[in-house]
């Protein structure tokens, strides 16, 4: 079903720009320099006079050019008989005077319960979500809770009328806060003067070419299209972050509001996804020269301690990310290797007779799969020497050994401090890794536990093969104990 929605989504949006890009050479001259006349006025009108501030000292309040555009645009197109002589298309009908009250029909809530609370969904998001967006660029803060009720009553009280469900409008917030309206006072203002529109006014703006209103909206437009340029600094800061901002931003331009969402949100939880399977492993060190300060082996004045390997994973433990996890604090079970820190990837993990065969044989694990390059160094404890093992995709081997062996590995720890919840699976594997090394005479320490991770590890079991002192405070602590 999923499949067919979406092939209809995208054949409807795919046709419009087939018929859009090869219709254009029939572009109705008329009706586009009207609009560009109205686009004209209202963007020079915006940077020259609203937006700048030497002119806003003097007038006070914001010119208001979108009036002024629709008054000379209907007076204008009267006088011209834009839509007789020259084919430009006016509002034509508008409705007046307001329907009587009535009940709702309680008996189609049955056939209609289905759409209308995923369209309730949809208009609930677009709503928070552009009150977001203004909340932020006018540095304000919103209530989501008082919004929802808010709109909750407006199509209850509108559904009375038999009026469509409404939600937050894109264009026309930016209307309005184009115009400079900045309190529920425009609003009220706007109802009232709607309102009158609809009771006496509306056969007066018949003859009004519907390119002006396009031509409002498209300018009011601009000010948020600027909006795009915010993915500068975020691909400054983060490139997964711009990613996201970029694809939202063209689904929104290229389909719908609603369809921008919706893949917004969606690409938003694989990306989320991603990032929980993939969390970075730091391996860590003492600094040079003190006691307790710890830090990633990555700073030149970070040294690793001597038969001690230290594993700090940034994120939750758990089924995407547990397997790669062990199978890096595998490796490091061999003697002499010192490995790196770096992003988990989805590596298989190497069973316990496989480890003492190649402790035994003294040769390195080689991935059975093509990964990207993974560096381990070989550094003797005295930092005398150095050497470098690159495991590549072809898995070709590259040694160049130390001429001394460092001293064997007594101990692991694996600070908790940045760990936030492990799951079963995250259990069972840290269940299995300890096991393991419990009979291979290595140590296993847990340093920097929170409450809820510490009571998953006693209720999983996995403390129960641990002696109580093999839980420390901190790495510093744990390190000064061993």
Known sequence: MMRAIFRAITESHLQFYIDFFSKISQTHVPTLIVSLICITILYLTRVLVNQ????????????????????????????????????????????????????????????????????????????ISLAKIFATKHNYKIDANQELIAIGASNIFGSF??????????????????????????????????????????????????????????????????????????????????SIFMVTLLATLLLDV?????????YSLLVFAFRMQYGRVAVLGRVRGTLDEIKPLEDPMVDEVSGIKIFRLHGPLYSGNAESFVAKIRKAMISNVRVVSSYLSPVPELEATEMD???????????????????????????????????????SLLTKAGPRQAKPLRAIIIDCSAINFIDV??????????????????????????????????????????PEENFMSSVSDAIDEL
């Open 52 to 127: 700048n501030p030497r002119v806003m000292k003097i007038i006070r309040v914001p010119f208001p050019i979108e009036l002024l555009v629709i008054i000379f645009g209907t007076l204008a197109s009267y006088e011209l008989d834009l839509e007789s002589e020259w084919g430009v298309k006016t509002v034509q009908n508008v409705p007046t005077g307001l329907p009587a009250p009535v009940l709702p029909h309680y008996s189609i809530i049955p056939e209609i319960l289905g759409r209308t609370f995923s369209l309730a969904i949809v208009a609930s998001a677009v709503l």
């Open 161 to 242: 009328f038999l009026c469509i469900p409404a939600t937050g409008a894109l264009a026309r917030s930016a209307v309005q806060e184009s115009v400079g309206g900045s309190t529920q006072m425009v609003s009220l203002v706007s109802a009232v003067i709607v309102l009158i529109v609809l009771v006496a006014l509306g056969r007066f703006l018949q003859p009004l070419p519907k390119a002006c209103l396009g031509a409002i909206i498209m300018v009011a437009l601009i000010n948020m299209l600027k909006g795009a340029l915010e993915v500068r600094n975020l691909w400054k800061v983060s490139l997964i972050d711009a």
């Open 258 to 266: 609603d369809y921008g969402l919706a893949i917004g949100v969606l």
């Open 357 to 395: 065969e190649t402790m035994t044989s003294g040769q390195q694990p080689s991935s059975g799969n093509n990964q990207t390059e993974i560096t381990v160094v070989t550094r003797r404890q005295d930092q005398a020497t150095d050497a470098v093992i690159n495991i590549v995709q072809n898995n």
């Open 425 to 466: 699976v995250g259990t069972e594997k840290l269940l299995r890794l300890v096991n393991e090394c419990n009979k291979k005479g290595i140590r296993v320490v847990f340093a920097a536990c929170s409450d809820s991770v510490r009571d998953i590890l006693y209720l999983s079991g996995v403390a129960a093969a641990l």
